[in-house]
C-alpha cells in the first residue's frame, strides 16, 4: 500500500509558486530521499507533507487518509530536521518522552517506550543528561529517538546530518539506514547531498525549480540519467558534447562535435529539438591506456589529483576535458599522451541545459 499519495501539490509564498503540481507516491517501508539544489523545493514538500506548510493546491493522503487540512499534530508522522530542536532544559528521556505526553500515552508505559527507543538508539545511558551535555552526534540521535517514540507511519527528515562532520556523517547514515531497516517506518529524507541520498535511499527523487527532474533506484540514476541535469547532478560526470547521427531509439551513434569522430551510445530518449546533446561518461568508465587502442582517441593528462581511496585524472581529448579514474595498477602521470577509450554501453546519451 502507498503510504504517502501526493497528488498535484502546489506550493506558493505570496505570489511566487515553488511547487509545481508534484505527484508522488511513497510505498510502505520505502527511504525515498528528496535531492536536489538549493532552493529546488525540497524543505517546502516536507514541510507540507508534515503539515507545516499549506498547499495552494492538490491533495497529500498519509496511510490513505486525505490529511490535506490536517493540522501537524493531527497527522501521524514525525519530523527530525537540521536544527535540532531539542527543549534545553528537560533531559534526554524528558525530551523523547514528549510526543508521547502530548498523545496522552501515560506513566509507565510512557517511560516503557522512550527507554526502549532509546536502548534502540543505544543512547540509554544518556537518559538523564540535558542536551547540552551531548555531542552533536548524540543529540541528533535523541531527535531521531524522539521522532520515532510515536511509532509515526512516516519519518520525515530535513537534511538531519547536514551539521555533523564528515566522518560522524557517514556513521549516521549507516545507522539511520539499519535503524530505518529495523523499524520499517516509511521514511521522507530531504539532502543535497548526492552521495548521502545514493548510500540511503530505496528511491530517489530529484527535484529541479520545484518540479521532480527524474526519479528511481540509485544505480538506475547514476547509470542511465534521463537528462544532462541528472547526469551532472548524481556524480561526477563528462560531458562530451556530440551530434546526433542515428537517434536512441534505433541504437544511439554519434559524433565528437567538431570532430569527425563517431561512436555508439545508450540513452532512454531521444533529445527534444534543438537541445544541446552530449555523451555522458562517469570516470570509472573512462579508460585511459599509454597503449594504442581501436578506435580510441588520443589525449593528454593535464592533471592528476591522488584521493586516497582513488586517484583522478584530468585529460584533454581535442578541446574537451575529461574526468578519469586511473585504475588499478596504472600510474598516469601529468604530461603522458594517453589513449582514451570506454565502453558504448557507458556511454549515456543527454540533452538539456546546464543546471
Ligand atoms: N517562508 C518562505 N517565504 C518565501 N519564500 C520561501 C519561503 N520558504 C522558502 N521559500 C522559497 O521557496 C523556494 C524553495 O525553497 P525550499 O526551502 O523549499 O528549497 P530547498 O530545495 O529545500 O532548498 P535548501 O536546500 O536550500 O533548503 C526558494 O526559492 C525559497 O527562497
Known sequence: MSELVIEGLEIEYGRNVVVHG????????????LLGPSGSGKTSVLRAIGGYQAPSEGSIAIAGRDVTDVPPQGRDVGMVFQSLVLFPHMSVLRNVEFGLRTRKVRQPERRRRAMETLEMMQ????????????????????????????????????????????????????????LQHATGVTTIFVTHDQ????????????????R???????EGLYREPRDRFTAEFMGLTSL????????????????????????????????AGGEPTFVSLRPEDIHCTTQPVDGALTGKVMARTFRGVNTFVQVRVGDQTVLALQHRGQSLSEGAEVFVSWDAARARLVAGDAP
Open 22 to 33: 508534484l505527484d508522488l507516491r511513497v510505498e510502505s517501508g520505502e527511504f525515498v530521499s
Open 123 to 178: 543512547i540509554a545511558h544518556l537518559s538523564e543528561r540535558l542536551p547540552f551535555q551531548l555531542s552533536g552526534g548524540q543529540q541528533q540521535r535523541v531527535a531521531l529517538a524522539r521522532a520515532l517514540v510515536v511509532r509515526p507511519s512516516l519519518l520525515l527528515m530535513d537534511e538531519p546530518l547536514g551539521a555533523l562532520d564528515a566522518r560522524l556523517r557517514l556513521q549516521m547514515q549507516v545507522e539511520i539506514r539499519a
Open 195 to 210: 552521495q548521502e541520498a545514493m548510500a540511503m535511499s530505496d528511491r530517489v527523487v530529484v527535484m529541479r525549480d520545484g
Open 212 to 218: 521532480i527532474a527524474d526519479q528511481g533506484g540509485p
Open 240 to 271: 562530451l558534447p556530440v551530434d546526433v547521427v542515428r537517434p536512441a531509439g534505433d541504437g544511439a551513434r554519434v559524433r565528437l562535435a567538431g570532430t569527425a569522430h563517431e561512436f555508439d551510445a545508450t540513452g532512454s530518449a531521444d533529445p
